[in-house]
């Protein structure tokens, strides 16, 4: 079903691909044209189009990448929302144990604020990228609920008024929907969920909470999970505000066709989503029907978003290849963004544009 509705749409989306590629080189076609001139104008930026629904539309970034003028220019320019890609994790927030460093985190606020984009603030608590003193060593659940609480609180604090949104728990649960064994909740049960929550809201009661994950963008067991555990923590009254679906995305495992339907769920809780990592993989080579296809991938993923209120905006995990975290996790795996690695429009990036110029 899906290939044969892909296949049709994919064609007559390349005539209108051509057609787009011509408005975004700034060649405006009309009476004017015909008379043989050209006139060029400035194209709306994905941020200003997503702007036009009440979204954003976001790029990660790292530090290292700051020193690339060609790249922080489109950075600065094409997105209105910025995520941290590892500068806010613990690892880099407290190298030690009570000895807070917010300079990562601080050189990304202070670029998004030159730019006028807001930040997502990601992550408070996730099993990977912590410190060695937090790993190296067994905790009681007493001692390890007091350093918790304090990283939260001393980082939230750090970025209140800074950053709109925090990730505050990220990847908690395995696929089947049972919870991650990570040294939170192996020390402190699955409570410590709650905990952060409230520990976040209480150092900044304006920011929005989220619980992030992979996966999750179809409805199945681990999606399933965060539906069961957010309607338990609304009835409860925890400050829990939305729900970040990363979407890394493969074509070789099959476009999420449920993702519409889930959002929607989540949003009848009464709460915000957001697609807080998008990128979508290919088998190494790229070549054009790949290309095709993830644009294609990109465009519903958009539209989406789109379609359901509360979602609030899509972040990509960096927006080109140059500097995607793919080819180093999946071998002969990449092309994963809209932009290459030459810093040239792929046929996704019109296809997103094209997303938030029809709806
Ligand atoms: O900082 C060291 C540097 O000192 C060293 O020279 C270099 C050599 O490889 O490694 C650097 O650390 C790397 C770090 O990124 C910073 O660049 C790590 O090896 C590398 O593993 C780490 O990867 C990050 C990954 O999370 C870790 O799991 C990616 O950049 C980051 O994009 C990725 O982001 C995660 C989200 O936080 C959560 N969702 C999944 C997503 C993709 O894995």
Same mark, same amino acid.
């Given at each position: ?7 049709i ?8 691909a051509?057609?787009t590629?011509?408005?975004?080189a ?9 008379a ?56 880099a ?9 917010f ?17 997502r ?31 939260i609180?001393?980082?939230?604090r750090h ?22 064994? +990570? /040294?939170?909740?192996? *020390?402190?049960?699955?409570?410590y $969920? ?7 809201h209480? &150092?900044? !009661?304006?920011?929005k ?9 179809a ?22 505000h939305g ?23 989540f ?47 899509v +972040? /990509?995990?960096?927006? *080109?290849?140059?500097?995607?975290? $793919?080819?180093a ?6 092309a &994963?963004? !809209? ?6 429009r ?14």
């Amino acid at each position: 079903m899906r290939t044969t509705r892909s296949t049709i749409r994919t064609r007559l989306r390349l005539a209108g691909a051509f057609a787009t590629v011509l408005m975004a080189a700034g060649v405006v076609t009309g009476p004017a044209a015909q008379a043989g001139e050209e006139r060029h104008v400035k194209q709306p930026t994905l941020a200003e189009l997503a702007q036009r629904h009440g979204r954003y539309f976001g790029s990660a970034t790292d530090n290292p990448e700051l020193t690339d003028r060609p790249y922080t220019e489109i950075l600065g320019r094409e997105f209105d929302q910025i995520t941290p890609g590892n500068g806010m994790k613990w690892y880099a927030t407290e190298p030690e144990q009570g000895v807070f460093d917010f300079s990562k985190g601080d050189e990304i606020v202070n670029f998004a604020r030159a730019h006028h984009q807001k930040v997502r603030g990601h992550t408070l608590v996730w099993h990977s990228q912590l410190p060695d003193w937090l790993t190296g060593r067994e905790w009681t659940a007493s001692e390890l609920r007091a350093v918790l609480k304090k990283h939260i609180q001393t980082e939230v604090r750090h970025y209140r008024g800074k950053v709109f949104a925090w990730d505050v728990v990220n990847e908690a649960f395995n696929e089947d929907g049972t919870y991650r064994e +990570t /040294i939170f909740y192996r *020390t402190l049960g699955p409570g410590y $969920i709650a905990d952060s929550l409230r520990w976040a809201h209480e &150092a900044d !009661p304006r920011v929005k909470l989220y619980l992030n994950d992979y996966n999750i963008e179809a409805v199945g067991p681990k999606s399933d999970a965060y539906h069961r555990l957010a309607k338990e923590l609304r009835a409860q009254g925890v400050p829990l505000h939305g729900i970040g679906m990363q979407a890394h995305l493969a074509l070789q495992y099959g476009y999420p066709d449920t993702l519409e339907d889930n959002l929607r769920r989540f949003s009848r809780l009464g709460l915000d989503t957001a697609l807080t990592e998008v990128d979508i993989r290919m088998e190494l080579p790229a070549d054009e029907a790949k290309l095709a296809t993830q644009a294609e991938w990109y465009r519903d993923v958009t539209e989406a978003c789109l379609a359901v209120r509360r979602c609030v905006g899509v +972040t /990509i995990w960096d927006y *080109t290849d140059k500097y995607s975290w $793919i080819p180093a996790f999946f071998e002969g795996e990449g092309a &994963a963004l !809209p932009w290459d690695e030459e810093l040239r429009r792929k046929p996704a990036y019109y296809a997103i544009r094209e997303a938030l110029i029809r709806r």
